[in-house]
């Protein structure tokens, strides 16, 4: 079984500012994992993926994630936040081998940047 | 057009109607989905179609009725519904290969449903 833990409903950061978005998981098995963005009545748009690659994966709008084994971790960061960045966060873990319909999500961070 | 088309944005109906949710993806995936995502509440998978075939029925009560057509559209029917059903219903697809693992899912914009 998988499950994802994401620490913190809610994170505000100023515009500027480090966004670190926290995302622990846990697989029987190596895992794939995601992180997506969703803006306000909008879908789940992809952020970036890691799928046993390199450990540091980069993504789209200046997003990074690093995959930790020993921590079970796969936090998301970016360096200085955006006014166009407040959006709510999912990271969602998949089995290795398993399909896409196995995509497990955590609950959502919703990100504000305070101007 | 190109991804995953939603159609209605909003849908708000009574609790006796009958409505249909629409999905169209333009990706050539073969696999397509329905989640719904409640306030507060990690995001439900409620079916899976793969090859237009249903592989995954996740306990969804029978006021839900899935189609899949063909590979490019799948429905969601509606009928009976409880206001505890009012939630943003997303579709989704990917492109699922023999080894499977690391592909991710494209969403739809999703419906915005209200029972009343």
């Known amino acids: 079984a998988q499950s994802v833990t994401q620490l913190g409903s809610h994170v505000s950061v100023s515009e500027g500012a480090l966004v670190l978005l926290r995302c622990n998981y846990s697989?029987?098995?190596?895992?794939?994992l995601f992180w997506y963005v969703q803006y306000p009545n909008q879908g789940l748009q992809l952020l970036l993926k890691?799928?046993?690659?390199?450990?540091l994966v980069k993504g789209i709008n200046g997003f990074e994630a690093e995959f930790k084994k020993s921590e079970t971790s796969f936090h998301l960061t970016k360096p200085s936040a955006h006014m166009s960045d407040a959006a709510e966060y999912f990271c969602?873990?998949?089995?290795?081998?398993?399909?896409?319909?196995?995509?497990?999500f955590g609950k959502g961070t919703k990100l504000s940047v305070i101007p | 057009e190109t991804g995953v088309t939603q159609t209605p944005r909003h849908l708000v109906m009574g609790m006796t109607n009958k409505k249909s949710l629409k999905c169209e993806q333009h990706?050539?995936?073969?696999?397509m989905y329905w989640y719904k995502q409640s306030a507060k509440k990690p995001l439900e998978l409620m079916f899976v179609?793969?090859?237009?075939?249903?592989?995954e029925n996740n306990s969804v009560p029978s006021r839900f009725s899935p189609e899949c057509p063909n590979s490019s559209h799948l429905f969601l029917h509606l009928h009976t519904l409880q206001p505890e059903d009012s939630a943003l219903y997303l579709c989704?697809?990917?492109?699922?290969?023999?080894?499977?693992?690391?592909?991710?899912?494209?969403f739809g914009q999703g419906t915005r449903l209200t029972v009343v």
């Open positions: 990706l050539g995936h073969n696999a």
């Open positions: 969602a873990v998949s089995d290795s081998g398993a399909g896409s319909y196995q995509l497990t």
């Open positions: 989704a697809s990917s492109q699922e290969g023999d080894r499977g693992g690391g592909t991710e899912a494209f």
């Open positions: 890691y799928t046993s690659a390199a450990t």
């Open positions: 697989s029987s098995v190596p895992p794939y």
């Open positions: 179609y793969s090859l237009e075939e249903r592989v």
